[in-house]
């Protein structure tokens, strides 16, 4: 079956200027996550949402950054005024519900601030 | 999340058993210890997950220490296709009104020998 999609795979955007990045969860999943992951860095998680609600904004690194999600399913996260030290690779995960043991994975954004 | 210890880097013959430690001294009786692992250029990948008793399954096997300090994800033969960062997380038991993501750490990046 369909996994988890990421669009764009990459972007490449000037300093300064707006970002999108977008996750299709896996059909049916009601939570979803992001995270990111800068070069040589580990994994950092950035907001949790169950349904359209985002009950976990804990990780978002300033008001720069924010997320939705509508009808439950596609979810979009939106960065501002971009800047290089947002370079990474945004990852989207998706599992079946609050507590469930697996999160899957999409295959990322690369995004690149220049 | 209680905090896990591993090592850096290991490596590996293809074709032989491949043993991951994982030292997690202050786990609490309701963190389920979870193994992701990350192949180059994609998104973290579910492998196995336990509780107390050892568990396995067609990826790998997990074992865990009685007293749960520590826990060991084997590879039973491992392939060039297992090259991968390899995680070790705890969990909280699903239940509680948090979000449950994942928090990883450095992880210990396997190498496969031909």
Redo the contacts between chains.
């Keep these: 079956g369909a996994g988890?999609s990421q669009s764009p795979s990459n972007k490449v955007t000037e300093k300064g200027k707006d970002v999108e990045l977008r996750c299709d969860p896996i059909s049916g999943h009601t939570?979803l996550?992001w995270?990111r992951q800068s070069l040589g860095q580990?994994?950092?998680?950035l907001i949790?949402f169950?349904g359209n609600s985002a009950?976990?904004k804990s990780?978002l690194p300033s008001d720069r950054f924010s997320a939705e999600r509508t009808g439950g399913s596609v979810s979009t996260l939106t960065i501002q005024r971009t800047q290089q030290e947002d370079s990474a690779v945004y990852?989207c995960?998706s599992s079946t519900?609050?507590?469930?043991?697996?999160?899957?994975?999409?295959?990322?954004t690369r995004l690149t601030v220049t | 999340d209680a905090k896990t210890t591993q090592p850096n880097s290991m490596e590996s013959n293809e074709e032989e058993p491949v043993h991951l430690p994982c030292n997690h001294s202050t786990i609490s009786g309701t963190d389920?210890i979870?193994w992701y692992r990350q192949l180059p250029s994609?998104?973290?990948?579910?492998v196995i997950?336990g509780l107390t008793s050892n568990v396995n399954n067609r990826m790998a096997s997990l074992a865990i220490a009685e007293d749960r300090k520590s826990s060991t994800l084997i590879l039973h033969r491992a392939t060039l296709r297992d090259a991968a960062v390899y995680?070790c997380i705890l969990r909280e038991?699903?239940?509680?009104?948090?979000?449950?993501?994942?928090?990883?750490?450095?992880?210990t990046k396997l190498s496969v020998i031909p």
């Excluded at chain 1, 999160?103 to 990322?108: A, N, V």
């Excluded at chain 2, 994609?42 to 579910?46: C, D, I, L, S």
């Design positions: 988890v939570a996550y995270y580990g994994l950092e998680f949790y169950q009950p976990d990780g990852l995960a519900g609050q507590g469930a043991s697996e999160q899957y994975f999409g295959p990322g | 389920y979870h994609q998104g973290p990948e579910y997950h995680y038991r699903s239940g509680g009104a948090g979000s449950y993501q994942l928090t990883f750490g450095k992880g």
